[in-house]
């Protein structure tokens, strides 16, 4: 397995990397304009790899709405499928979307709609780089066991982007379901979660948190995972623009280096 970090790509965000001894840059676009700017910076991207030797290990879009009406929309797929053929030039080895539910659709048309978004997605990477599902329900809803069976049982290529802290916020059995589709995980996120009572109190660096990271772990090498695992700093009170936060990130890359052994 190889420990890395969702981070910005600029020269700067690939020297932190470097410096810190991470090995992998993740890019997570969330919004149209991530995916523009992501596709204006390919180059610099490829020259900041070549000179750092920090690859891209994974590319992705968050909140997208390629299912309207429980079709896929042409100009939406064009734009995502965009991102894809980047992901693929800069050698990422993952890309990471989901499919949006359409309300005013049935369940049986959101389900061919994720189905045809996601089979059209393979078809273009053509086995370049993977494709996979992320398991959080921003924009989202194939991101449980129910729906992963039906998705990933009609299309045995697709993979998922795992992050125990979803399926802990759910109240789902993460460590079930890491064990369950642990064959199919194609990248993990490494992020903390914590409850007090009923809430969700924050999601703080790994190690710091509530998750039972021996297990998840024990989990990943009986099934033979050696992809990457990504530190996602993601809380307020740890803030990257804050010197807390730059610790946060060594206390999890320090915690989660515990359980590499190979």
Avoid at 10 to 23: H, I, R, T
Wanted: aromatic content about 12%.
């Amino acid at each position: 397995m190889k420990l890395g970090i969702i981070r910005g790509y600029s020269a700067a965000d690939f020297d932190f990397v470097k410096k810190n001894e991470l090995e992998f840059i993740e890019v997570c676009c969330n919004f149209d304009p991530d995916i523009e700017n992501f596709l204006k910076n390919k180059e610099s991207i490829k020259e900041n790899i070549k000179r750092t030797g920090i690859p891209i290990q994974s590319v992705g879009r968050w909140n997208m709405d390629c299912n309207i009406g429980g079709k896929i929309d042409p100009e939406r797929f064009e734009f995502l499928a965009s991102l894809l053929d980047a992901a693929i030039e800069v050698g990422s080895p993952n890309f990471v979307c989901g499919c949006n539910y359409a309300s005013d659709a049935t369940l049986y048309r959101n389900y061919t709609a994720a189905i045809e978004l996601f089979g059209r997605l393979l078809e273009r990477a053509g086995g370049k780089t993977n494709i996979c599902v992320y398991n959080c329900d921003w924009e989202n809803f194939v991101h449980s066991d129910a729906q992963w069976k039906v998705v990933l049982g009609e299309l045995p290529e697709l993979k998922i982007k795992f992050d125990s802290s979803h399926s802990f916020g759910r109240r789902s059995d993460y460590l079930a379901e890491l064990s369950d589709w642990g064959d199919r995980i194609g990248h993990m996120h490494v992020k903390g979660a914590v409850r007090a009572g009923s809430r969700g109190v924050d999601d703080p660096p790994a190690g710091m948190d509530a998750l039972r990271w021996s297990e998840i772990f024990a989990i990943l090498y009986s099934r033979g995972y050696t992809g990457g695992l990504s530190i996602e700093p993601h809380s307020s009170a740890w803030r990257a623009d804050i010197p807390r936060g730059e610790r946060g990130i060594l206390f999890a890359r320090d915690f989660i280096r515990r359980f590499l052994v190979d």
